[in-house]
T-cell receptor, first 112, second 112 residues
């Protein structure tokens, strides 16, 4: 079974721009969660989607948004990028909301 | 609230054992353990659920003390491949809020 895939793997943007990251979950998985990983803050939860509905949201500003499509693929968007948004963005999928999460390889975002 | 992991770092020789602890001040529904190697995504190791159910790799063992809200990961007869950063992710009993809240990680180095 193919794992979680994320595109793109690397991204360089400048301050003020916006970015869209994509995540394709493991086939059959309906829950997708997004996390931000930085050396200073560690792994922090952004949001979780299940059956196209946002189920949970972490403590991030409204510039961070996401959505899930009917095929369970998910996108997250960050608008008005700031230097502090530079991070590894990880997507994780699971069969159900409380099931084991499997992580994708991540998208490394650098904001200049 | 972020779970507390201890120790922060540990260095072993091949074949030695180690224990990594994860404590939370909140009542937990589950504890998830992951290992992350540098530049790679976190890899699922084990999930421990309230009530005693466990799911994970055969060669990894862990415990979950519901009274203390503490989990321990036991690494026995360590191998070079065990090197990496170990994260515990906790899930609260309440249904709302963060999907998984991760500890700061324990860096494990196994030397020949």
């Amino acid at each position: 079974k193919a794992g979680v895939t994320q595109t793109p793997r690397y991204l360089i943007k400048t301050r003020g721009q916006q970015v869209t990251l994509s995540c394709s979950p493991i086939s059959g998985h309906r829950s997708v969660s997004w996390y931000q990983q930085t050396p200073g803050q560690g792994l922090q939860f952004l949001f979780e989607y299940f059956s196209e509905t946002q189920r949970n949201k972490g403590n991030f500003p409204g510039r961070f948004s996401g959505r899930q499509f009917s095929n369970s693929r998910s996108e997250m968007n960050v608008s008005t990028l700031e230097l502090g948004d530079s991070a590894l963005y990880l997507c994780a999928s699971s069969l159900a909301v409380t099931d084991t999460q499997y992580f994708g390889p991540g998208t490394r975002l650098t904001v200049l | 609230q972020q779970p507390v992991q201890s120790p922060q770092a540990v260095i072993l020789r091949e074949g030695e054992d180690a224990v990594i602890n994860c404590s939370s001040s909140k009542a937990l529904y589950s504890v998830h353990w992951y290992r992350q190697k540098h530049g790679e995504a976190p890899v699922f190791l084990m999930i421990l659920l309230k009530g005693g159910e466990q799911k994970g790799h055969e060669k990894i063992s862990a415990s979950f003390n519901e009274k203390k809200q503490q989990s321990s990961l036991y690494l026995t007869a360590s191998q070079l491949s065990y090197s990496g950063t170990y994260f515990c992710g906790t899930e609260k009993e309440e249904t709302s809020g963060s999907r998984l809240t991760f500890g700061e990680g324990t860096q494990l180095t196994v030397n020949p």
